[in-house]
């Protein structure tokens, strides 16, 4: 399965700071750009199996699942 998600690096002093646009909570930071971009994707993926885990249905209950797209625009 591919995902898209919205990377954003900022450099703050000697270092830079990475999140994901889309999903709260996912951000870290690395001492060079490529070190922030690669934390980013082990942040994300942490992230995405974590709620998988979390939200796992119980013993006999029932999940409906299905594909949600969504068309976004940027100003």
Known sequence: MRRQFT???KKTGSWYS????EIPGVN???ETLAKAKENLKDALLLTL???RLLNA??????I?????????SRP
């Open 49 to 51: 199996e974590t709620n």
């Open 57 to 62: 249905p119980k013993r006999g209950q029932k």
């Open 64 to 72: 409906i699942k299905e594909d949600l797209i969504l068309t976004i």
């Open 7 to 9: 990377a954003n690096y």
């Open 18 to 21: 990475a999140w994901v646009e």
């Open 28 to 30: 870290t930071q690395g």
